[in-house]
């Protein structure tokens, strides 16, 4: 039934769709030239009343042999002229793709996406643009899985704004589009959003594991609300944790251990899953969600948040991209290795400060934080 339905809607569209003015002239040409051809047909009008009778007839036998062949010569003529339009139309429009550039920013990590790359989906989804692509590989930072050389991905994901104003330069700033997608340590995709966040438009793809291929957020908003609680309150402390169940639960009980005495901000969906996130407009409603409740919470006065965000990359650079660096406090974003005694080993901070850098930073024990320079 959905194939039928989206059959029938294709085809309302292209017949009501708004046509070209060569398209036109070229319809018209057609619509003369099958008239001039037509050979004798007629036409026939009539309206009786009880006092009149009016009729009109036509027949095609009646127009002059001088007429049908005019009628002919301009049909060809419109056909031709409707023809070359076209083909001018499509030069056209292909000289001015050709000036376009989409640079594709594909971040590799816990999963090789090699075999199926960002550029080559971006290509499937611009036909006749350049796709000139970033690849930030970190696999070489981690060992079975986990992030063994934090400092060193760090370090090439710090080079993201530089790659893309070295392409930026070569074009004009209208001619550049951006896609995003990466299966990256969610603090790695967080600090990419919040790094691009002033970028005018970022289409954010994902990683589909079920089909082993990048796929585009168009999912309907299935209305998902976070439940807030708050978990520990201290007010001794000036620091917050927030903990985000997006697509599993975060680990309370090791997030009380991690950072004992800190106040404890929970925002959990209904029923986290992997797959509930391919829907833009939910991504954009629960990331304005997610800084709206920070805002709340600085009242009372917290200069430090520290942020577990349990979710897809693409939900990670969403949230990264909202963090506003402008007027919240510095934010340190943790890594959860699930098979680690201390399951929050390092966090990348970021500081509210243009003029600083991102570090990282490593939990040695309980509520005890070491910068890594």
């Not at 585009?216 to 985000?244: R, Y």
Request: with cysteine.
């Amino acid at each position: 039934m959905s194939n039928i339905n989206t059959v029938l809607k294709n085809t309302i569209k292209w017949l009501f769709r708004r046509k070209s003015p060569a398209a036109r002239v070229l319809g018209s040409g057609i619509t003369l030239l099958t008239l001039s051809l037509a050979g004798d047909w007629a036409l026939a009008v009539a309206y009786d009343s009880a006092h009149d009778s009016i009729g009109v007839k036509f027949s095609s036998s009646e127009v002059p042999e001088i007429l049908v062949f005019i009628a002919f010569a301009i049909g060809v003529f419109l056909i031709a002229l409707g023809v070359i339009w076209l083909i001018l139309d499509a030069i056209t429009e292909r000289k001015r793709l050709s000036q376009k550039v989409v640079i594709p920013i594909e971040q590799r990590g816990l999963v090789n996406t090699s075999d199926d790359t960002l550029s080559a989906f971006a290509g499937n989804l611009n036909k006749g643009k350049q796709v000139n692509g970033i690849v930030i590989d970190i696999r070489d930072s981690l060992t079975n899985g986990a992030v063994s050389n934090p400092t060193k991905a760090l370090d090439k994901v710090l080079g993201i704004e530089r790659s893309i104003e070295e392409r930026r330069l070569q074009k004009g700033a209208d001619d550049v589009e951006i896609i995003y997608g990466g299966i990256v340590p969610v603090p790695f995709a967080f600090l990419t959003g919040y790094l691009l966040d002033d970028e005018s438009s970022i289409q954010v793809v994902d990683w589909n594991r079920e089909s082993s291929s990048w796929g585009e957020l168009k999912s309907k908003d299935d209305d998902e609300k976070f439940i807030v609680k708050n978990v520990v309150k201290n007010e001794e402390s000036k620091e917050l944790v927030v903990a985000i169940s997006f697509s599993y639960h975060a680990d309370i009980e090791a997030i009380k251990d991690t950072f004992s005495g800190m106040n404890l901000l929970q925002l959990s969906l209904m029923n986290p899953r992997f797959n509930n996130h391919w829907s833009k407009t939910k991504q954009d409603r629960l990331a304005y969600e997610f800084i709206e409740c920070i805002k709340a919470q600085l009242v009372d006065g917290y200069e430090k948040i520290h942020l577990i965000l349990a979710s897809q990359n693409s939900v990670a650079f969403r949230f990264g991209q909202a963090y506003d660096r402008r007027n919240l406090p510095p934010v340190t974003i943790y890594q959860y290795e699930r098979n680690q005694t201390l399951k929050y080993p390092w966090g990348i901070c970021i500081p509210n400060r243009s003029s600083s850098l991102p570090t990282i930073v490593k939990n040695k024990q309980p509520a005890a934080i070491e910068t890594v320079f």
